[in-house]
T-cell receptor
Framework: NAGVTQTPKFRVLKTGQSMTLLCAQD?????MYWYRQDPGMGLRLIHYSVGEGTTAKGEVPDGYNVSRLKKQNFLLGLESAAPSQTSVYFC?????????????FGPGTRLTVL | KQEVTQIPAALSVPEGENLVLNCSFTDSAIYNLQWFRQDPGKGLTSLLL?????REQTSGRLNASLDKSSGRSTLYIAASQPGDSATYLCAVDTGGFKTIFGAGTRLFVKA
C-alpha cells in the first residue's frame, strides 16, 4: 500500500513549456485534489475531482488543467508554464468529502519555471 | 472571506517542554478543523480532525481544542521530543470543497 504517490519529484521548466504532473493513489478513494504551496502561504486548492471522469475548479485554477480518466489517477497539466507557477505541488485524496474525512497527501513535486 | 492565521510562525523549545500552537480563523461557520504535520520535503500528515460539534480531540501526546465562537483552535504537545520538529498546519473546512490552510508554525525541539 503506497498511499499517494507523485511523479516527478522535481522539475525545471522554461517559460512557455508544458508538462503534466501525475498523482496516483491505491486506496480506492473517490476524491482527489491538487494544491500548490508557496512560501509564507497556506496550501491553495487548484482543482479537485469527486470521482472518475469528473473535475472541478478550486481556488486558483487559472493556467492549469486536470483530468481523471481512471479512479486512481489525477493528472495536473500546465499548458504554457509561467514563473508565477513556480511552487510545490501536492496531490491529496480522501475516501469521503474533504473535511468530513481525512485527506492523505503525496510527497509533493517541486516545480521551478525559469 | 475565511482567513486562517497561525502564530507564531516559528517556535524553538527545549526537549521535554509542553507547548501550545495557535490557530485562529475569521469565520466561525466551519464544518471542521484539522491539524497537519509537514516534515521538510514531505507531504502533509493528518494529526487530528475536530468536527464542528466537538470541542477537542486527543491522540497520544497531542490534544487539539476547538472554540468556534471565538474562532480559535490550539494544538497542545506534551513532553516535546526532537522528533516533533516539523511544521504544523491547521486547516478549516468551510464546505463546498473549500479547505483554508494556515501558513503553519515551524517547530524546533532542541535536544
Amino acid at each position: 500500500n503506497a498511499g499517494v504517490t507523485q511523479t516527478p519529484k522535481f522539475r525545471v521548466l522554461k517559460t512557455g513549456q508544458s508538462m503534466t504532473l501525475l498523482c496516483a493513489q491505491d486506496m480506492n478513494h473517490e476524491y482527489m485534489y491538487w494544491y500548490r504551496q508557496d512560501p509564507g502561504m497556506g496550501l491553495r486548492l487548484i482543482h479537485y475531482s469527486v470521482g472518475e471522469g469528473t473535475t472541478a475548479k478550486g481556488e486558483v485554477p487559472d493556467g492549469y488543467n486536470v483530468s481523471r480518466l481512471k479512479k486512481q489517477n489525477f493528472l495536473l497539466g500546465l499548458e504554457s508554464a509561467a514563473p508565477s507557477q513556480t511552487s510545490v505541488y501536492f496531490c491529496a485524496s480522501s475516501l469521503g468529502l474533504a473535511g468530513a474525512d481525512t485527506q492523505y497527501f503525496g510527497p509533493g513535486t517541486r516545480l521551478t519555471v525559469l | 472571506k475565511q482567513e486562517v492565521t497561525q502564530i507564531p510562525a516559528a517556535l524553538s523549545v527545549p526537549e521535554g517542554e509542553n507547548l501550545v500552537l495557535n490557530c485562529s480563523f475569521t469565520d466561525s461557520a466551519i464544518y471542521n478543523l484539522q491539524w497537519f504535520r509537514q516534515d521538510p520535503g514531505k507531504g502533509l500528515t493528518s494529526l487530528l480532525l475536530i468536527q464542528s460539534s466537538q470541542r477537542e480531540q486527543t491522540s497520544g501526546r497531542l490534544n487539539a481544542s476547538l472554540d468556534k465562537s471565538s474562532g480559535r483552535s490550539t494544538l497542545y504537545i506534551a513532553a516535546s521530543q526532537p522528533g516533533d520538529s516539523a511544521t504544523y498546519l491547521c486547516a478549516v473546512d468551510t464546505g463546498g470543497f473549500k479547505t483554508i490552510f494556515g501558513a503553519g508554525t515551524r517547530l524546533f525541539v532542541k535536544a
